[in-house]
């Protein structure tokens, strides 16, 4: 059985929101286990959902921008490089997680039905 997300809480911490704000995975399902039926409702459900992750590629792209900033700015003012590496590093990550979800958004565009 899969668990759906559910509404945040009143007692969610702070890193509980801030993972379900931006990590955009656990609202997905996985379509290589169970049946053939359980698949092609997973993958159903997975294109219903796709709506959102043009929204979660803006949280990473901002991510991302953010970290370079960051990091152009340790290394040009503050000539702090080894923390600006760090924070092109993680601008790196987050990028590839952009590219991640936009694969992922155009694939659930492209591919309406992938168990035919």
């Known amino acids: 059985m899969h668990h759906q997300p559910s509404?945040?809480?009143?007692?969610?911490?702070?890193?509980?929101?801030?993972?379900?704000f931006f990590w955009p995975f656990?609202?997905?399902?996985?379509?290589t286990r169970?049946?053939?039926?359980?698949?092609?409702?997973?993958?159903?459900y997975n294109?219903?959902?796709?709506?959102h992750l043009p929204g979660f590629m803006l949280k990473w792209s901002f991510l991302t921008a953010l970290w370079f900033g960051f990091g152009g700015m340790l290394d040009r003012l503050m000539d702090l490089t080894l923390p600006a590496a760090g924070c092109f590093v993680t601008a790196s990550g987050s990028f590839v997680v952009v590219v991640l979800l936009g694969v992922s958004w155009v694939w659930l565009e492209r591919f309406p039905e992938l168990f035919d």
């Open 26 to 31: 656990q609202y997905f399902r996985d379509v």
């Open 7 to 20: 509404a945040p809480a009143a007692g969610d911490s702070l890193w509980s929101l801030l993972y379900r």
């Open 47 to 51: 294109r219903a959902m796709r709506i």
């Open 34 to 44: 169970g049946t053939r039926l359980e698949r092609q409702q997973n993958y159903r």
